[in-house]
């Protein structure tokens, strides 16, 4: 039998998705050319809540196809990428805008977007998201009281974070498309540096078929045209995080990326957490 009272809650979530769109297209409008990066955030948007409807439609009409169920993971975890990308836009929206009411309301609607992909997670019949990070305050002695906000990340499960000032954009490409030198995408193309492949680890994901893939600029102010495509382990929706300025510290042995380190931050407890140098690991 068909589970009707999971359909109504997909189809709730369709709506939610569709209606969220719509704003977050105005929004990108309001703010005129620097809203082009949360034009494409609606976008997207707008076509997910679309197969939502197509989803639900056919598990109303089809029956008591259980396995039709399984394609909430999907769903899930493509939602949670837009909320994460989301959430990147709001960043950069909050330097460039004059009227801080766009940032504030695009935030409102990219929790919403994060709210929707913890509802399909749920519903799914296996976890998609993982462990939310707990995120403490960087211990090491401030020579700022500055608060930034950084996305925290890994590479087989070695801890790295990155500024949100110089990531672009967190996409989920096939796996095929990661195998060369170059990343393509939407008719860009960008150097592409696999630290798996690099570096000979190991690399397991939510779909076999599927890879995580940063777009980072490590050198926005002087050099925005450089921007490299990182394969990374899959993110959470809670990857974003805010903390004041640390002081660089050397890294520990044993992290794989330690030799190439451009900074390194102590945390609570003990961990380190490594900001890659991308420059020197594309010209080795």
């Known amino acids: 039998m068909i589970n009707e009272k999971k359909v109504w809650l997909i189809e709730q979530y369709a709506h939610k998705t569709w209606t ?10 309001r703010a005129g050319q620097n809203g082009k990066g949360y034009a494409v955030v609606a976008h997207e948007a ?27 993971v999907d769903f899930a975890i493509m939602m949670k990428f837009l909320s994460v990308n989301a959430a990147l836009e709001i960043q950069r929206m ?24 913890i509802g399909l997670n749920e519903l799914a019949d296996k ?3 993982q462990k939310p990070f707990a995120m403490p305050e960087l211990a090491a002695p401030s020579e700022s009281e500055t608060v930034g906000s950084f996305f925290f990340y890994s590479i087989c499960g070695y801890p790295l974070i990155e500024n949100v000032k110089n990531i672009n954009e967190i996409c989920y ?11 393509f995408l939407r008719g860009y193309k960008y150097p592409l540096i696999n630290c798996y492949r690099r570096f000979d680890l190991p ?29 990374i382990d899959d993110m959470d929706v809670n990857a974003i995080f805010y903390s004041r300025i640390g002081c660089a510290v050397p ?5 794989a990326l330690a030799d190439y380190a451009r900074e390194c931050w102590d945390a609570l407890g003990g961990e380190q957490f490594i900001f890659a140098d991308w420059k020197k690991l594309v010209s080795e």
Do not use: W
Not at 20 to 29: H, Y
Not at 210 to 231: F, G, H, S, W
Not at 251 to 255: E, F, L, N, S, V
């Open 20 to 29: 969220v769109s719509l704003t977050l297209a105005q929004e990108a409008a």
């Open 94 to 117: 909050v330097e460039i805008s004059m009227d801080f009411n766009i940032p504030k309301s695009m935030a409102v609607f990219a929790e919403e977007l994060r709210r929707i992909a």
């Open 203 to 231: 690399y397991t994901s939510y779909d076999a078929d599927r890879q995580t893939v940063m777009l980072v600029c490590p050198d926005r102010k002087n050099n925005p045209d450089e921007v490299y495509a990182i394969p």
């Open 251 to 255: 890294p520990k042995k044993g992290h």
């Open 46 to 72: 707008r076509i997910l809540a679309d197969k939502l409807f197509e989803y639900t439609a056919k598990a109303k009409f089809d029956g008591d196809d259980e396995n039709m169920f399984k394609g909430i």
């Open 173 to 183: 490409p096939r796996k095929a498309d990661t195998e060369g030198a170059t990343f």
């Open 127 to 129: 976890s998609v998201l």
